[in-house]
């Protein structure tokens, strides 16, 4: 098993930055691909950004391309989503999440795909 800790949310202000880090415990990241979702309230959970552990390899929805990078540090067992321009509509809690096997990128996407899930961490963007 794996236990995913999310930090790094707090509130800011609308064309700010923030990092969020998600660090594994238990278990390394080294069999599993990661991603980040997000829920607003009212608001269905939607994926964020995702890596694949090994290669490297990410993927974004359209809604953050461009604005968030998400990147790992393998000696930190640690991934990171940092998250530049921000805009209100960013405003969520932010949850880290791994999966195993190997479904296609698009499978990625999927919530369901994903067997741990962290706690979550706020993310506010004031106006």
């Known amino acids: 098993q794996v236990q995913l800790v999310e930090s790094g949310g707090g509130l800011v202000q609308a064309g700010g930055s923030l990092r969020l880090s998600c660090a594994a415990s238990?278990?390394?990241?080294?069999?599993?691909?990661v991603g980040w979702f997000r829920q607003a309230p009212g608001k269905e959970r939607e994926f964020t950004a995702g890596?694949?552990?090994?290669?490297?390899?990410?993927y974004y929805s359209d809604s953050v391309k461009g604005r968030f990078t998400i990147s790992r540090d393998n000696a930190k067992n640690t991934v990171y989503l940092q998250m530049n321009s921000l805009k209100p509509e960013d405003t969520a809690v932010y949850y880290c999440?791994?999966?195993?096997?190997?479904?296609?990128?698009?499978?990625?996407?999927?919530?369901?795909?994903?067997?741990?899930w962290g706690q979550g961490t706020q993310v506010t963007v004031s106006s």
């Open positions: 238990g278990r390394t990241f080294s069999s599993y691909f």
């Open positions: 999440a791994a999966g195993s096997g190997r479904p296609t990128l698009a499978q990625r996407r999927s919530q369901r795909e994903y067997d741990y």
């Open positions: 890596i694949s552990w090994s290669a490297g390899v990410t």
